[in-house]
T-cell receptor, first 117, second 110 residues
Framework: GAVVSQHPSWVICKSGTSVKIECRSL??????MFWYRQFPKQSLMLMAT?????????EQGVEKDKFLINHASLTLSTLTVTSAHPEDSSFYIC?????????????FGQGTRLTVV | DAKTTQPNSMESNEEEPVHLPCNHS???????IHWYRQLPSQGPEYVIH???SNVNNRMASLAIAEDRKSSTLILHRATLRDAAVYYC???????????FGTGTSLTVIP
């Protein structure tokens, strides 16, 4: 299967600082990427849809000014958590959509564990 | 987003087949049925997907009801490495978002 890589795998930051998470599709081009957040023992919650070269589309209840998404190339999307607070501590997961004739699949990164202290 | 219903948890003995059910009574004609699984502290892993016909791959089989209101993921011989949370997801043909439900936590007993 295709490979999607996230960096970093985990990060600890101080309250009030910003953290950037990268999501790369390593062996295919992805015009669409998605960002999810997952709290312990819960399912993945879709935060936003990231389209290359255009503004991200955020799900209802997700603050676009707090979670900045940039999809500057066909292989890279970034999520920046601005002014992070302890309640932002979570597992953040990206996925990249690979489109081929008659088939669309989403490949997921390994996730980034964010801890805000 | 179209909704799926799965049992919260299931158990299986090692090397026995496992049938994981999913109900999706509000599925539309163009929704694809996807299955992913997630091991602890990892991102979801693709398992299988289909539209109308049953599908087989090296990991599993997908049986889709004739009316498409339900589907079943079949693991032919469960191994300890198959212990994970299995998610059944409907993907609309437009938008392509994958909305995750609660999933089924599969425990494989040695």
């Amino acid at each position: 299967g295709a490979v999607v890589s996230q960096h970093p795998s985990w990060v600890i930051c101080k309250s009030g600082t910003s953290v950037k998470i990268e999501c790369r599709s390593l062996d295919f081009q992805a015009t669409t990427m998605f960002w999810y957040r997952q709290f312990p023992k819960q399912s993945l919650m879709l935060m936003a849809t990231s389209n290359e070269g255009s503004k991200a589309t955020y799900e209802q209840g997700v603050e676009k000014d707090k979670f900045l998404i940039n999809h500057a190339s066909l292989t890279l999307s970034t999520l920046t958590v601005t002014s992070a607070h302890p309640e932002d501590s979570s597992f953040y997961i990206c996925s990249a959509l690979r489109d081929s004739f008659m088939n669309t699949e989403a490949f997921f990164g390994q996730g980034t564990r964010l801890t805000v202290v | 987003d179209a909704k799926t219903t799965q049992p919260n948890s299931m158990e299986s003995n090692e090397e026995e087949p496992v049938h994981l059910p999913c109900n999706h009574s509000t599925i539309s004609g163009t929704d694809y049925i996807h299955w992913y699984r997630q091991l602890p502290s990892q991102g979801p892993e693709y398992v299988i997907h289909g539209l109308t016909s049953n599908v087989n791959n090296r990991m599993a089989s997908l049986a889709i009801a004739e009316d498409r209101k339900s589907s079943t993921l079949i693991l032919h011989r469960a191994t300890l490495r198959d212990a994970a949370v299995y998610y059944c997801i409907l993907r609309a043909n437009t938008g392509n978002q994958f909305y995750f439900g609660t999933g089924t936590s599969l425990t494989v007993i040695p």
